[in-house]
């Protein structure tokens, strides 16, 4: 985040893409997170519909 810059534009523009840039790597971690606890749902319903 290069909030150095005295031009107020440029400094709007730099604080927009540092949000958005941190938007996008929230939702890509969360997205990242989700999926092995998705795989060991599915692994536990899977054993447990095989043992019934």
């Known amino acids: 985040m290069a ?3 005295p ?3 440029i400094r709007a523009i730099e604080r927009r ?3 958005l840039r941190a ?3 929230a939702k890509l ?3 990242i997170g989700r999926a ?3 795989a ?3 692994l536990r319903a899977f054993r447990f519909r ?3």
């Open 29 to 31: 971690f969360r997205c």
């Open 40 to 42: 060991m749902a599915r």
């Open 36 to 38: 092995p606890r998705k």
């Open 23 to 25: 938007e996008l790597f």
């Open 3 to 5: 909030f150095h810059t």
């Open 50 to 52: 095989r043992r019934n």
């Open 17 to 19: 893409n540092a949000q």
């Open 7 to 9: 031009n107020r534009k």
